[in-house]
């Protein structure tokens, strides 16, 4: 969807190493989510945000953290890489809770 | 503990046959959403609804609140739709998804 992108695409690095995951917004939306695919998984929540420098922790968050400086950006940082870290990582926006999501295409990351 | 169920977890199907894939949830909901999933691809959203009946084209989606159950169905089923299919919820509470773990539909020409 134009409205959101998410950066990189792919990405593969080595286990121990610090990795930065953005989602970036132009449709101006209060929430975003960070989410992982896993087989066998549904999707899964890491982190969200709820306005600029308000975020809160989901389901998965051990071993991440995220930061919210301006509305339309949300970072995923992965401070040390693991290989169970070995995702696809999914944004996702929306104006309200209850409203439709808007889903980023999806960033590939690989820990080696 | 999974919030939301779906059924079956995998689907074949011939062109042309009509599908259904279930989604039953076990908390209070303000919407269910279907999602739709391509391989290798980004999830869109294919219908929210509170209540009763949706359709769009071949799809349709139907919701029964009381018993905690939505169907999405796909008539005169093509090869395109070949894709996973997530049933999600959102709760009356919070400001978060459940999803359930999506059913693999393919279908054979």
């Known amino acids: ?112 | 503990k999974n919030e939301v169920e779906q059924s079956p977890q995998n689907l074949t199907a011939q062109e042309g046959e009509f599908i259904t894939i279930n989604c039953s949830y076990s908390v209070g909901i303000s919407a269910l959403h279907w999602l739709q999933q391509h391989p290798g691809g980004g999830i869109v959203s294919l219908f929210m609804l509170s209540s009763g009946k949706k359709k769009h084209g071949r799809l349709i989606a139907t919701i029964n609140i009381q018993e905690k159950h939505s169907s999405l169905h796909i008539t005169a089923s093509h090869p395109r739709d070949s894709a996973v299919y997530i049933c999600a919820v959102s709760p009356n509470t919070g400001n978060q998804f459940y999803f359930g773990t999506g059913t693999s539909l393919t279908v054979i020409p």
């Open chain 1, 1 to 112: 969807d134009a409205g959101i992108t998410q950066s990189p695409r792919h990405k593969v690095t080595e286990t121990g190493t610090p990795v930065t995951l953005r989602c970036h917004q132009t449709e101006n939306h209060r929430y975003m989510y960070w989410y992982r695919q896993d087989p066998g998984h549904g999707l899964r929540l890491i982190h969200y945000s709820y306005g600029v420098k308000d975020t809160d922790k989901g389901e998965v968050s051990d071993g991440y953290s995220v930061s919210r400086s301006k509305t339309e950006d949300f970072l995923l940082t992965l401070e040390s890489a693991t290989s169970s870290q070995t995702s696809v990582y999914f944004c996702a926006i929306t104006a309200q809770g209850d409203y439709g999501y808007t889903f980023g295409s999806g960033t590939r990351l690989t820990v080696v």
